[in-house]
């Protein structure tokens, strides 16, 4: 009689489990069901970009420069939380917090990091002229690029296996599901603005991706991460700090991380010392911020070179040796390099204060 009750119990137990598994399942989606019927809190730089680009639900769209088919309250809220994501990736600026931005921040390992960084004007970057900046990776171009080829993985990805790969390699994280909300509502947001903009799906526009720059667009004196440390010092510390670590105001994130902990890893494609071409295309077409396209292509590649010489968080394909060794150099780099700024500038006052008596 034993053994009939023991197998009883078992029994009753998984069902039991399995009862409890499927309730928190129910829960979990009605909680998932409220979010998405909610109203949406705006960023107030979503706010102001949405409200130029005139989204609306409706029959009709009005796009650039033509009619196209409208949005229901539904389609309106899913572009705006998009928005918010690339805006606000982690919540910082929403009062439910990161529950608002669907708990993204479990994709990334930088507490400060946001599509933003990347994708500047949140997805539709403008030169001083208003018109689309050239490889400034806009989400509308790339959205209409449809299915596209990554010659570094040999795979045709999808608009949302793109974004997979912007979590695994630019923010040196971890990717979403194929179907999560996040990816779901970035995809929304990217497909409005490539209607609104008319924007023609299969079209090449210079403002998507990145203008990649390689060593044969120099004048081939040589990548000098000498002269990078230089022109980093002159065009590049005033915003992302002397040791790369980039400067925040409150909890965002104003100017991302170059370096240390925050940063993208070694094995990221932005990593001058992984992809030689990716981050100097970057820099010329995207920085400084106002001064885009001031600096020479080699400017640009001796900038990367020198970044990639910084203490970074190991890739996934590194080993525990490296990423131990790289995390004890981002731990004592910084206050070396604050240490060395403080002896140049003694020994410049110095200088300076020997010339006048002279």
């Known amino acids: 009689m034993a053994r009939p009750a023991t197998m009883a119990l078992k029994i009753a137990a998984i069902i039991g489990a399995a009862a409890a598994l499927y309730a928190l399942a129910l829960h979990e989606h009605t909680a998932r069901d409220l979010q998405r019927d909610a109203t949406v809190d705006l960023t107030p730089a979503c706010a102001e970009k949405l409200a130029g680009l005139g989204l609306a639900s409706g029959e009709r769209f009005l796009a650039a420069s033509r009619p196209a088919r409208g949005y229901s309250n539904e389609d309106v809220r899913a572009i705006q939380r998009g928005c918010n994501l690339v805006n606000d990736l982690q919540g910082h600026f929403a009062r439910d917090g990161a529950a608002a931005r669907w708990n993204a921040a479990r994709f990334v390992r930088g507490s400060l990091t946001t599509c933003d960084h990347c994708h500047q004007g949140i997805g539709d ?3 001083a002229t208003g018109r689309p900046q050239a490889g400034s990776n806009s989400l509308a171009a790339s959205w209409v690029m449809a299915d596209m080829y990554d010659r570094f993985t040999g795979l045709l990805l999808s608009y949302e296996l793109r974004q997979m790969q912007c979590f695994i390699n ?3 994280g971890f990717k979403p599901n194929a179907a999560d909300d996040v990816l779901r509502d970035v995809t929304a947001y990217s497909r409005f603005l490539s209607a609104a903009l008319d924007l023609r799906v299969g079209e090449r526009y210079p403002e998507q991706g990145i203008d990649e720059i390689a060593a ?13 440390a230089h022109l980093y010092r002159s065009h590049c510390a005033a915003c992302h700090g002397a040791d790369a670590s980039g400067m925040a105001t409150g909890e965002k ?3 991302p991380a170059l370096a240390g902990p925050q940063s993208f890893s070694t094995d990221s494609r932005m990593n001058f010392a992984m992809v030689n071409s990716v981050m100097p295309g970057f820099i010329c077409r995207n920085m400084p911020p106002g001064r885009e396209g001031s600096l020479a292509n080699q400017d640009c590649r001796d900038i990367a070179y020198y970044l990639s010489t910084l203490p970074r968080p190991a890739g996934d394909k590194e080993g525990p040796l490296t990423a131990a060794w790289q995390q004890i150099m981002m731990t004592a780099m910084p206050p070396l390099t604050r240490y ?6 003694e020994n410049g006052h110095a200088l300076e204060g020997n010339g006048a008596a002279d």
Do not use: P
């Not at 060395?340 to 500038?345: E, G, I, M, P, V």
């Open 125 to 127: 970057k403008r030169d």
């Open 170 to 172: 630019s923010s040196n």
């Open 216 to 228: 044969s667009a120099t004048l081939k004196r040589g990548d000098d991460y000498i002269r990078g």
């Open 253 to 255: 994130a104003r100017y």
């Open 340 to 345: 060395a700024d403080s002896l140049r500038k």
